[in-house]
């Protein structure tokens, strides 16, 4: 009995643990909609929810809100059974017919800073004019889970970045 009691409570502070770990932007993985709604700044009024998902949509109208990056222009936080699993910053990354790279450093920097390994996102850096007819995409497994980063041209609008961290299932 002893045993099973053991073997329960050991198996509750890693369930634990892999529920309540860092997310990005200061929130937690598996952290509840109600909870993530309290902190300031972010607004959850814009939800679908479908099959126990809930995704919500953060539109800024000004770029960048505490807590995401100053230049965050919409983010998306995806819940599934009511905890957060899924957090998407996206950005622009240039204006059309233009070969700057805008954000796209300023991003890297940011996933650097979190310990991520941007080793592999080098070629990301280059001039956005190699983002007019092609995406490019890496997934980078993290501290903070599966990091998905991606740059894609979108038609009359430019060249768009999406940094996607995705809770790993365990």
Known sequence: MKKILVIGAIGLLFNHSAIASSAPFGLEWGQSFEDVDKVEDIDLSNCKSMRGYKACEIDFFLEGQEPFMP??????????????????????????????????????????????????????????????????????????????????????????????????DK
């Open 71 to 168: 230049w965050t222009s919409t983010a998306m936080l995806t819940f599934k059974n009511n905890r957060l699993i899924s957090v998407v910053n996206s950005y622009p990354v240039s204006e059309f017919k233009k070969s700057d790279c805008g954000n796209i450093p300023k991003e890297i920097s940011y996933l650097s800073s979190l310990g991520v390994d941007t080793a592999q996102l080098t070629e990301f850096k280059k001039s956005c004019r190699d983002f007019e007819n092609k995406s490019m995409r890496k997934i980078i497994k993290t501290n903070y889970g599966s990091v998905e980063f991606t740059v894609t041209k979108v038609p009359f609008a430019g060249v768009i970045g999406y940094t996607s961290y995705k809770l790993d």
